[in-house]
């Protein structure tokens, strides 16, 4: 099992910046990638970027520049920078771990709001 917390949220005119992160805790030796999605009211939930073990990164196209994902030193925390901040970046933003078996874990989600 694994249990994350996410942190960092807020609402900011366009053109600002938050930081996120999420922190581990539990079975984390098990963690492969960690990422982040949103989902925007009344719509799906979408991938945002991702960050594997090894550090590779994957980005959604609409945030690549503005969006940075990457890791702590301790391995169980995520964080994503977002700069640039658009309205239509309003979402809840929630923490995705996956383990090395392939099971997904969630956290409880931040909510991003945008808004001159």
């Known amino acids: 099992q694994v249990q994350l917390v996410e942190s960092g949220g807020g609402s900011v005119q366009p053109g600002g910046s938050l930081r996120l992160s999420c922190v581990a805790s539990?079975?984390?030796?098990?963690?492969?990638?960690m990422a982040w999605f949103r989902q925007a009211p009344g719509k799906q939930r979408d991938f945002v970027a991702q960050i594997t073990r090894g550090g590779i990164t994957n980005y959604v196209d609409s945030v690549k520049g503005r969006f940075t994902i990457s890791r702590g030193n301790a391995e169980n925390t995520v964080y994503l920078q977002i700069n640039s901040l658009k309205p239509e970046d309003t979402a809840v933003y929630y923490c995705?771990?996956?383990?090395?078996?392939?099971?997904?874990?969630w956290g409880q989600g931040t909510q991003v709001t945008v808004s001159s």
């Open positions: 995705n771990v996956q383990t090395r078996y392939g099971t997904a874990y």
């Open positions: 539990g079975s984390i030796f098990n963690i492969n990638t």
